[in-house]
């Protein structure tokens, strides 16, 4: 015996379909198995390189060095500066510029030497797992 349209049973209000989705009907319509409502796929998420990366760097040192030679260019007052029985006269910016660059070899060095340290320990760790 053949099965019509006007003998079939009407649909669940909510049914689960065999593929996950989930039928919702509406107020206005009766539900229908084309209305389906499943969780929006996501756009693949973009993938950063190493190249993209380095050229954020890149672009962002370039904006940093022209805010230097700005403020070099407008600090050209000259100041006289003494250090361990030297003495000598530099444009302010120039000065202050130097004192930046001693300021972050102090943190520079000692970190650079940590790191060493841990690659170190990390690769005899890696060596006594094998």
């Known amino acids: 015996m053949s099965e019509d349209s006007a003998t079939r049973p009407a649909p669940d209000p909510v049914a689960v379909e065999p593929t996950g989705t989930v039928a919702v009907p509406t107020d206005d319509t009766p539900p ?8 929006p796929r996501r756009a693949p998420a973009t993938r ?3 190249v993209s ?9 370039a904006v940093v060095l022209l805010f230097l030679l700005i ?7 000259p100041v006289r500066i003494q250090f361990l029985g030297l003495d000598g006269t530099l ?3 120039v000065a202050l510029l130097l004192g930046a660059i001693a300021g972050i070899l102090l943190v ?4 650079s030497a940590r ?8 690769r005899r760790g890696a060596r006594r797992a094998q």
């Open 71 to 77: 403020f070099i260019l407008q600090n050209l007052e």
């Open 32 to 39: 229908t198995a084309e209305r389906t409502t499943t969780t």
């Open 91 to 93: 444009p302010t910016g």
């Open 53 to 61: 990366g380095m050229w954020v760097g890149l672009i962002l040192s």
């Open 108 to 111: 520079a060095i000692p970190g």
């Open 115 to 122: 790191i060493v340290q841990l690659r170190r320990a990390a």
């Open 48 to 50: 950063h390189s190493r």
